[in-house]
């Protein structure tokens, strides 16, 4: 790697978009070739929460699920995922033709929506092949095992899969250290549905009032043994600046808040993810 040479007995290669590079730069084959594919979502302002109880899905396409509207822990409705085929392993653009589509399709499913303003936009990209199924291969002479084609589905399927890993290797010996009371860094709370920080005394104040963010959240987040290195790092830790507004109001006290903290005054960038 650019850091050195990385020793180890065993290696699982679950590498994503790139799994299949993986493999053909270590191993020399490639039982497999990722074809990216983009899913494009629209989120409904939180206006909407409470429009819908439950997932409405269609009937399953060949290639995907299909178009789902459902509502968030956050309190918004999205719509999504497209399934776009594309060369691109990062290019996760959104395009206005395809936004104005699923915009469509979410008013026809629901036409109350129609009123609803839309808060936010974004795209992922699935790690497909061109199996529908996932494509895990153990090279037991070699202590190699690949998980690759994963997509959507292994946010449900990672339990069982790392399962599985751990019955591959303990075929070949390999020594699992059981770790007692193991330290979980607790997950911040930022479900609609459940009680939130600036419910509790002493927060401080609310800096994001769209998505009622702390400042006592936000302080906590540059706290962490993993602490946000930047603004986007704050984002995905407490959902500040992803409210309605998009950061417009709370960003001038985000700056007040994160000063010195960050390689520029607002931290915008890709220093942390």
Known sequence: TKQGQVRTRYVVNCAGLYGDIVDRNVLGTVGFTIKPRKGQFVVFDKAAGKLLNSVILPVPTERSKGIVLFPTIFGNLAVGPTAEEQESRNDASVDKETLISLTKQAIQKLPNLADIPVTATYAGIRSATEEKHYRVTHESDRNWITLGGIRSTGLTGALGLAQHVQNLLSKQSADFVVVENPKVQPVPNLAEHLP??????????????????TQR???????????????DGIKRRTRATMGRCQGFYCSARLAELTKGKFTNSLGFGDSDE
Do not use: F, N, W
């Not at 005394?201 to 009622?212: I, T």
């Open 196 to 213: 939130r920080d600036y419910q509790t005394p002493g927060y401080g104040e609310v800096v994001c009032h769209c998505e009622m963010v």
């Open 217 to 231: 959240e936000i302080l906590a987040s540059l706290e962490k043994p993993i602490p946000a290195g930047s603004l």
